[in-house]
């Protein structure tokens, strides 16, 4: 055992056993590589990650090479998720570097942590142009005892590179109209119109651009925005990127048409989608979005929850293929012979068709993806529901993925937010029960008697790490959604308590730009700084978002002017790189359109009428709208304040830009009031 053995990130602990004398990120690892003169080696990965668990097994459980880095390096291990900070400022100069970047990610340091060589995953033999990491590491090892001021420069110069991308944008304001038409002008043109979605392979699901386009759509009435989501959505869901047993979705697909996967399972991946077809259901009544919503929703709580009550991180892409080898797809894939076995030879058959399951295969070996193929015809839906049960109890009886169940914020924030919309939308409280229970975890857990949040928890023990930006960002959106939904005012406050952090701790008060770790956080060779999403809203325009729905709940001046201000890089970055700001341009919609602010009054939240207009009002499609619900003597929300029952019953009360229509208590009027521009 090395000293990963103390950790709780389930990544650390699966390196725990390796022969290499693995540090975690510390002082004392740096301080260590200080008294002995030696370069450091940073590796970076994360739970569910293929390849980490391939360079694991070709080189970090190897003892002839674990001899050599423990002569040669200082050895440290970081879980890319528990320290999203130290991946971003290295995957920065890995980038800048070589042009790509991934995981695992191989970087090497000088003791004062200033990076001088890169690279993702090296083999264990030299293929395909690549060294081997034995080469590497000889190379590495040799410039150091042989090139030591150069190797010092490079690293201080690389430094200073990194230092002058520091984002400013002092008076930059929002975008407008044109903005966010060029925009979307952009997207039409990376639009691939036989297949849904954007660029080529590997092809990720763009859930953020996707939020957009039903946004802009809502605001504008732009079908071609409408139609690119739609579809989109629709390639998606019908191919082997979703689990046609399971429900929810992997990571991306290895080829442009959605059938391969990457099949690791991630929490925000689900979270994301789970909202975005609910949105693209609350927008068409589509029922295949409303399938798809509620399969992943039920999919985040049967797979993802933890004992506790949050959500864990994810579900590893391998798994036992049943002769004790760890393969990837394993859980997932099926052949005809195995169809057959489960289900006989004439429903066999009829899977095999309805899931394009064939003798040659979509993956490996002769095996198949399940995906519902476009010409799939006619068939009768209670013998493919027959079908797809007995599948899926055959498919539980298989070695299960390996599930990575820590408990991150930010993530648990995007859950709560799609958890809490679903339920409310196709009547499953038990969801919104679910919402709350990790809502409830991450104040009693992650949260401090300062109201500081911690970025992760497991087994109900916080752990060490500060949370980043995204982590006070997607949390609040998490509460703010929920407070709009149960109707209880106190998810408001602590969505107020977080966002007051990002305005106190992660804003430049001369600029206005955003930091993605607070001014009192460890400080690295640089402090991380980036607008653009990734797999994940990025921590600045989640953050734009989130203040601009606290301002309209609660009137503040200095919110709002905050959310405008870190929306002023989407101004710059919207027309030029849509697919990359996603959730930046659907902020600004929502600036755009007000947003809109609706107070639903009544006389109880159990009375018909007012859980009418309450439905109502969550179901409009108005970008980024926000609902207070409660009694007229309410004080939970500020919106409630000053609106009377109207004939002693319930009523709605729609403003917007400081305007407010007459209050109405018909259901049809306040949904007129709420989907038109």
Request: net charge negative; proline share 6%; glycine share 10%.
């Amino acid at each position: 055992m090395n000293r990963l053995a103390h950790e709780t990130s389930p990544y650390l602990l699966q390196h725990a056993d390796n022969p290499v004398d693995w540090w975690p990120w510390s002082a004392e690892a740096f301080e260590e590589a200080r008294r002995a003169n030696r370069p450091v080696l940073l590796s970076v990965g994360y739970s569910s990650c293929h390849w980490c668990h391939v360079m694991a097994r070709e080189s970090f459980e190897d003892r002839t090479t674990a001899e050599y880095l423990n002569e040669h390096f200082v050895n440290i291990k970081v879980d890319r998720e528990e320290r999203p900070d130290v991946d971003a400022v290295y995957m920065e100069a890995v980038q800048a570097a070589t042009g790509h970047g991934g995981w695992p990610m191989t970087v090497f340091l000088t003791p004062d942590a200033e990076p001088f060589y890169f690279g993702t995953y090296f083999p264990p033999a030299p293929q395909h142009g690549m060294p081997s990491f034995r080469q590497v590491l000889e190379g590495v090892r040799q410039a150091w005892d042989t090139r030591h001021e150069e190797v010092t420069e490079v690293a201080g110069k690389i430094v200073r590179d990194l230092a002058q991308r520091e984002l400013g944008q002092r008076g930059a304001q929002p975008p407008g109209e044109q903005e966010l038409a060029q925009a979307l002008l952009g997207l039409i043109r990376e639009y691939d119109p036989q297949r849904g979605g954007f660029g080529g392979a590997p092809k990720f699901p763009p859930s953020m651009v996707l939020e957009f386009l039903l946004r802009h759509h809502a605001r504008t009435g732009a079908e071609g925005a409408l139609q690119m989501a739609q579809d989109t959505c629709e390639r998606m869901a019908r191919g082997g990127l979703y689990d046609q047993l399971g429900g929810g979705f992997a990571r991306y697909s290895v080829d442009r048409d959605w059938v391969v996967p990457h099949f690791e399972k991630m929490l925000y991946d689900n979270a994301l989608l789970c909202r975005v077809y609910a949105h693209l259901w609350r927008a068409t009544g589509s029922g295949l979005a409303r399938r798809v919503a509620l399969e992943t929703a039920d999919f985040l709580v049967r797979e993802l929850r933890t004992d506790e009550g949050g959500f864990a991180s994810a579900l590893d892409a391998d798994s036992d293929d049943g002769t004790g080898r760890h393969v990837e797809g394993a859980y997932y894939v099926w052949t005809p012979e195995r169809l057959r076995a489960v289900l006989g030879d004439a429903d066999g058959a009829l899977a095999a068709q309805y899931f394009g399951v064939t003798d040659e295969g979509t993956f490996e070996h002769g095996q198949s993806v399940l995906q519902l193929p476009q010409d799939e015809g006619v068939f009768d839906a209670d013998k493919v529901a027959s079908v797809r049960e007995r599948l899926l109890r055959a498919r539980e009886e298989r070695p299960a993925p390996g599930r990575d169940d820590k408990v991150v914020a930010a993530w648990n924030g995007l859950a709560i937010a799609a958890l809490a919309e679903t339920g409310a939308y196709f009547g499953r409280p038990d969801l919104i029960e679910a919402a709350l229970a990790a809502a409830d975890l991450l104040v009693r857990v992650h949260l401090d008697q300062h109201a500081r949040l911690a970025r992760t928890s497991r087994d109900g023990r916080v752990g060490p790490n500060a949370g980043v930006l995204e982590d006070y960002a997607d949390v609040a959106e998490g509460f703010l959604a929920l407070a709009s939904v149960t109707g209880e005012g106190v998810w408001l406050d602590f969505a107020g308590l977080l966002l007051d952090h990002v305005l106190a701790r992660f804003t430049d008060p001369g600029t206005g730009a955003l930091y993605d770790t607070a001014a009192d956080a460890e400080r690295l060779i640089r402090r991380p700084q980036d607008p653009t999403d990734n797999a994940t809203p990025s921590g600045w325009t989640a953050a734009a978002g989130a203040l601009l729905t606290y301002a309209a709940h609660t009137a503040s001046a200095s919110h709002r002017a905050a959310a405008e201000g870190a929306l002023g890089i989407v101004k710059t970055l919207g027309p030029r790189v849509p697919r990359f700001v996603g959730w930046g341009l659907a902020a600004a919609e929502a600036l755009l359109d007000g947003p809109r602010e609706v107070a639903v009054v009544g006389p109880g939240l159990a009375d018909e009428r007012t859980a009418a207009l309450h439905r109502t009002a969550l179901l409009g499609t108005a970008p980024g709208a926000v609902v207070a619900v409660g009694t007229a003597e309410s004080d939970e929300f500020p919106l409630l304040a000053d609106r009377p029952l109207v004939a002693g019953g319930a009523a709605a009360y729609v403003c917007r830009n400081f305007t407010c229509d007459a209050p109405t208590t018909d259901p049809e009027r306040l949904r007129d009031l709420l989907n038109s521009g």
